[in-house]
């Protein structure tokens, strides 16, 4: 079983940086595409990026985000991180890192089978 823990939330001002990360243990992370959503108040979780476990590491975004947030990955750390800069008021929510095995593309929360307990992340204008 593969358990999640992110850190790295909390305020900034808009315009600034934060970086998350999650690090997972159990199972064989390197294996893991890696995925972050998130969830603002009375909204669905909404895909934001993910980093795959093949090709050296692809990592697609939602449009929102392009060119502002990154996805790395550490393998001998077990440990995935978001870069997320140029903040905006509208990237306040709960930021979530989840997991899955599977060879495919895909922004589907339903995709994914572990998930971490999620940081909160505000940005004041």
């Known amino acids: 079983q593969v358990q999640l823990v992110e850190s790295g939330g909390g305020l900034v001002k808009a315009g600034g940086s934060l970086r998350l990360s999650c690090t997972a243990s159990g199972g064989t992370f390197s294996s893991y595409t890696m995925g972050w959503f998130r969830q603002a108040p009375g909204k669905e979780r909404e895909f934001v990026g993910a980093i795959t476990s093949w090709s050296g590491g692809t990592t697609y975004f939602v449009d929102s985000v392009k060119g502002r947030f990154s996805i790395s990955r550490d393998n001998a750390l077990n440990t995935v991180y978001l870069q997320m800069n140029s903040l905006k008021p509208e990237d306040t929510a709960v930021y979530y890192c989840?997991?899955?095995?599977?060879?495919?593309?895909?922004?589907?929360?339903?995709?994914?089978?572990?998930w971490g307990q999620g940081v909160q992340v505000t940005v004041s204008s």
């Open positions: 989840a997991a899955h095995e599977k060879l495919i593309i895909s922004m589907t929360p339903s995709r994914f089978d572990y």
